[in-house]
């Protein structure tokens, strides 16, 4: 099992860039792959980015692609997602994942953190 706590998230202007990061607690952390995802209000939550276990490999959603990476450190326990050329419609709240599978679907990951806001302005 694992417990995960995101932080970074903040107010920015459009064109700016956020560096969030996610701690992960348990010993067996470097066995998950590693997603993040993101819900603006009234929106379902949506596929942002993620990792493998190892790290050599990544995916990415369409909106997010050159602007966003995503990284990890197996020894220290943190996922990465930096945010760069951010826009408005970049907003809402980010949440950290982890599962044993590698993908993209919100339903494919069991543990969640609890989220940290992220606010673009134009």
């Known amino acids: 099992q694992v417990q995960l706590v995101e932080s970074g998230g903040g107010l920015v202007q459009a064109g700016g860039s956020l560096n969030l990061s996610c701690a992960a607690s348990?010993?067996?952390?470097?066995?998950?792959?590693m997603g993040w995802f993101r819900q603006a209000p009234g929106k379902e939550r949506e596929f942002v980015a993620a990792?493998?276990?190892?790290?050599?490999?990544?995916s990415y959603a369409d909106s997010v692609k050159g602007r966003f990476t995503i990284s990890r450190d197996n020894a220290k326990k943190l996922v990465y997602l930096q945010m760069n050329s951010l826009k408005p419609e970049d907003t809402g709240v980010y949440y950290c994942?982890?599962?044993?599978?590698?993908?993209?679907?919100?339903?494919?990951?069991?543990?969640w953190g609890q989220g940290t806001q992220v606010t673009v302005s134009s």
């Open positions: 994942a982890a599962d044993t599978r590698f993908g993209n679907e919100v339903r494919g990951y069991d543990y």
């Open positions: 348990g010993r067996t952390f470097s066995w998950y792959a």
């Open positions: 990792i493998s276990w190892s790290g050599a490999s990544t």
